[in-house]
């Protein structure tokens, strides 16, 4: 299934939560911290009033609560409007 994002969406790809273990404690997939980065992986064409600026491949940082979640073929995505978008990782 493919997803086009509409005017200034996007569809992100969240990087996997980092699993952090002490002393032989598992850490339960709902205590693990959120990631808040991840790779752009479709964008919308943008608005009259506001260019679409990201790309798709584009790796960004987005806000705690950013955005909404959508599971499209077993893989969880988040889309979310360009602005709540902070950053483009840039290597």
Known sequence: MNIKPLADRVLILPSPAEEV???GIIIPDSAKEKPLKGEVIAAGPGTKEEEM???AGDQVLYGKYAGTEVTLDGTAYLIMRQNDV???IEN
């Open 21 to 23: 273990t002490a002393a």
């Open 53 to 55: 600026i990201l790309k």
């Open 86 to 88: 902070l950053g483009i």
